[in-house]
């Protein structure tokens, strides 16, 4: 299990070892809901609070459908893959929210 906090600052100290320990690999990710977007294909993408302003982890993969079953502020905890890291944020793919 890694907290969306300290898997955006793992990002944020070092990409290349932030990708070595979570890129590709299943990841339990407790946060908060920052945001509900959809992306470029009206797919859900879920953003979780990590820390202070502009501070985010950004999953997707979850279907429209459980994501319009979240709130803004409300605590989750989602099962993803990591993704790697684009334009300052770490993203998780493949998410479900876990039971």
Same mark, same amino acid.
């Given at each position: 299990m890694v907290s969306a906090t300290e898997? !955006? $600052? $793992?990002y944020k100290a070092n990409e290349i070892a932030a990708d070595q320990r979570y890129k590709g690999? $299943?990841?339990k990710v407790p946060g908060v809901i920052e945001d509900i977007t959809s992306d470029a294909f009206d797919k859900a993408?879920?953003?979780l609070q990590a820390g202070g302003f502009m501070e985010q982890v950004?999953?997707?993969g979850l279907s429209n459908e &459980? $994501? &319009?079953?979240?709130s803004k502020g409300e605590r989750v905890t989602l099962l993803?893959? @990591? @993704?790697? /890291?684009?334009? @300052? !944020?770490p993203?998780? /793919?493949d998410c479900v929210i876990a039971e």
């Open positions: 898997l !955006f $600052a $793992a690999k $299943a990841l993408v879920v953003q950004h999953a997707s &459980a $994501a &319009a079953q979240l993803c893959n @990591g @993704g790697g /890291e684009v334009i @300052g !944020f993203l998780l /793919e």
